[in-house]
Nanobody, 115 residues
Framework: QVQLLESGGGLAQPGGSLRLSCAASESIFRFTVMGWYRQAPGQARELVAA???????NYLDSVKGRFTISRDNAKNTIILQMNNLKPEDTAVYYC?????????WGQGTQVTVSP
């Protein structure tokens, strides 16, 4: 079972930026879907951004134009660059990878956007 470790969360001011990284314990080349989810207090977990092999990327409407998901196969890392952050982006962010055998989650990293 692949292990995922997120990092890069923290406190940012509105309009600021954060860069989240998800380091996998093995090659991410085999995963067909890699994504970032978030969960705010009292809310359901939602998909923020995903990379789908052979298809491309997709984003939650509210983050389009502000967030960018990318992958670094050489470093087995999935990255979420978050710009122009808003208070409503405050949540715990989780990394997820999936293939035909199943999927795996990271432990999450807190992102707080506040003046």
């Amino acid at each position: 079972q692949v292990q995922l470790l997120e990092s890069g969360g923290g406190l940012a001011q509105p309009g600021g930026s954060l860069r989240l990284s998800c380091a996998a314990s093995e090659s991410i080349f085999r995963f067909t879907v890699m994504g970032w989810y978030r969960q705010a207090p009292g809310q359901a977990r939602e998909l923020v951004a995903a990379i789908r092999s052979g298809v491309g990327t997709n984003y939650l409407d509210s983050v389009k134009g502000r967030f960018t998901i990318s992958r670094d196969n050489a470093k087995n890392t999935i990255i979420l660059q978050m710009n122009n952050l808003k208070p409503e982006d405050t949540a715990v962010y989780y990394c997820n990878v999936a293939d035909a055998r199943g999927n795996a989650w990271g432990q999450g990293t807190q992102v707080t956007v506040s003046p």
